[in-house]
């Protein structure tokens, strides 16, 4: 049996935010709940309402969901996961690319406690090229005041733990950050979402633009031979090269350069034959 760590405390989680120079994340008020289906679903039923962006931390996630309707697997005492709602001044077409630039701001505040992860694209955290976070995204275009506001909300399941139940459950390798099993929950929280809301205040000025050198950078599969499939068929086949200023996913292939939109494609890693 795992043991449930204490529920992390949202005023505490506030306090270390109001102690930082941080002004992005001061305007985020912050909740944490025991159980909840899915943050991410609670955020969106609730995003016509808001007046500032939220934070909403769950202990347990009985209802984690990934890209297209696939499940996001944890246990209480073996991950982080909560969502953010964010308001943006763009129109819903300009969010393109936000999902590579919350990797940039996961992978930034995973280095404040020296652990270095690599970035999937379009939506995922590895560590030593197994998934250590999962990034769901979901936006809505909400008239309130007799304006139309965008919002987003962004849901991120990270893992601390990995116990061998889970895995078997999740059925591929995952990562985990066991060494921040003794961090306060808190203090994590409160350093990814420091670095979020700066990444966020950022996009909704400049769009991705100014994240593609740094997601680069952290390119997982820099130069290998990869897949783009469209459910089991193979769409592009080649080199990854990295992402362009729009966030879409550059290959070099036999046909010469392919540009590919993140839809509802998956990038795989060539198997050899
Ligand atoms: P793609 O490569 O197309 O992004 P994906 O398989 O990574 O697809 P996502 O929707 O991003 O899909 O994430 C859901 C998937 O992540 C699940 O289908 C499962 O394979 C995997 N998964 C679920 N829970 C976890 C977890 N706690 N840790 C690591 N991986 C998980």
Redesign the pocket.
Known sequence: MESLNPLPSASRIAALIADSSNQNAKAVAISVVAATGSTNADLMQAVATLSRPQLLVAQAQTA?R???G?????TPAS?LTFSLAWKFERPLHGLVGLPLAVGIALAEALQVFGVTVNL?W???VLRDGA??A?I?IETASVKSAGAQATWAVIGI?L?LDMPAG?EAE???S?AAIPELQDQSRERILAIILSALSDMLALFDQQGFAPFAARWNNLHAYSGEQVRILDGDRIQHEGIAVGVDDIGRFLMTTAQGRVAVVAGD????LREPV
Do not use: E, M, Q, Y
């Open positions: 984690g990934g890209r297209a696939r499940r996001w697997h944890t991950a999937k379009p939506n995922d998934k250590l999962g769901l399941g893992n889970l999740i059925g591929r995952a494609v998956s990038l795989r």
